[in-house]
């Protein structure tokens, strides 16, 4: 086959030169919006000396100024000379052989690394056949990663831990640790812990960037028809970044994935069955990333869309392989956390290889999910905020953000509803604080209030639409009553320390020892008041065993003894298990002096959950 194109080089360029390009099909970027949370781009390398030497010319050629390319396959006629059959592919973004790495790390990856800082989930993919440049092109977007996260230009301060580690088949090893196996676990919160796996605490590019060395070197790699040192594994550099000022959020995280190399059956043919099944686990694993990073990004095309029929459609089948597993943060439905992902589709542009990188530019497009006009202006709902518009979104900001209220043009300058839901919690909460007197406890509160919404507002899609908008004013009375909040409309004019009452949540200052009943109480503690400590009996003690009311004790005794006014006995309001959550242990009991009590808390009542969470 070989022979034959290069027998047929002439005549093949020539075919090429005369061939007319049609207009990019439709679906191509051109002509509609592509989501905004994936970007799917190819990169074509250039032709290398052995392949130019053998005499092969181009098969995969850019279009100027556009993000299609043609690619020509050379085919031989039953009767006749050969003729050229094309096709052309369109992504997001297509790179030619000039392009340099730094040029796509500028357009394409740059933007992942604050997304990241802020909290947010973040992935890159390379990729593409075996010897199409994918790790060629990710071993230069670690050391621009390491450039950015260590040059000092992002706001704030993190903690950068790295952690690198090879897929093969099942099996994970840790190349920041001599190749230790590692297993993939899912913890009882349902998250992915690489269990073994050594981090390491990153506070230098030069630091970074060799650890990115010893980890290259100790990839696996053996020889394919294509490529004397290919990787038959699927090597993933995870950066968590750890933002110290709030530790009660999720970390952000940035992966950078190095893909195995896809092989066309004809390559395999000399394998061994070792080989064979290696080439098969790869070749499976590959295929459910794809319907990963589709279903995704059709979940998130839709995400305005309040037609429910068409969400049923989108599947994302990530337990099916240990590649997704690993990467669950990125694909889990159920996740709060926003992600963003980018797809470089390496290609290898020369006339012997063309068959795969017609399948590596097809598994492109497959993943371009272009926004369905539904997902445009969905009819305004006040309960839904995925229908809300900027306008819509400001105006809730103001009226439902708490004392004092959230600056919205802080909060969300262009963003709508559905986008200030994709926003990661330490984002959201940043920009809160940036209106004065706004706490980070209000911006935490707030940001739970509004998830809230949404999720109440998701599971009444479920329900009779019919139903939905008509308002149950007992159910409406009765959810009042869900909150700690004083019933009384004028409450909120009144210091909260005149109108303590049983069942009120505060915050305290640290008490004096700070451990009660196993519960370390450092920083700020909650507590909720049950009653006056005089009005407690005789015998009663609280957490440390001390004497709840010890006037009333004296006074039997003595017939004098000190004031209990102005003592509380309180529960304690301890975080649950779900991020944001807590309980009320009504039975580890404190005293704390009304001195003591800092600010009223507001808490409501989650039935789905069984949890209390902070509202404004
Ligand atoms: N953009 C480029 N410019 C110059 N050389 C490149 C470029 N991309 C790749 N190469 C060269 O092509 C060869 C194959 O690249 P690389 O090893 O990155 O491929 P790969 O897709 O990771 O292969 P495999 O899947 O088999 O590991 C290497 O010699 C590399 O230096």
Partial sequence: MEQFLIDNADRYRNLVKAFKPTPAKKGGVETSAASPYITVCARIRPMLEDELAQGFPEGVIPRAQSSTADLHELRQKVRGPPVINSSDYTVDKLFDSNATTAQIYETVVQPLVPWAWA?????????GQTGSGKTFTVSGLERHVAETLMDGSLEGERKVHLCIIELAGQTAFDLLNNRKQISILEDSFGNTQLAGAVEHHITTKASMTDLIETAAALRQTRATLKNDTSSRSHAICRIRIENPASSADDDGLLYLVDLAGSE??????????SRMKEAREINTSLSVLKDCIRGRALLDADKGNTKTKKKAAAYVPFRQSTLTKTLKHLFDPASRRGGKTVVVACVNPCLADVGASKNTLRYAELLRVVVPKAAAPARYDAAVPATWSNADLRRWIEGNSGTPPVDASMLAPRETGPQLLRLPAPEFVARCLKTVGVSPEQAQAFQAKLWRLHSDSRAAKADDAADSNIINTEDARIAKFDSSADPEPDAASIPFTERIRPGMV?????????VFGGYALSGKSYVLVLCPAAAVGARVRDLLGEQVNPGRDMDAETGSGRSTADRYLCALVTPGFMAGSYGVNLWRQCVVALDQMEAEVLMEYDAATRYYYMTV
């Fill in 506 to 514: 505060v915050s305290i200052v640290p008490l004096a020892g700070g």
């Fill in 119 to 127: 909290g947010g989930v973040a992935t890159s993919f390379a990729y």
């Fill in 264 to 273: 066309a059956a004809r390559d395999r043919a000399a394998h061994d069955a």
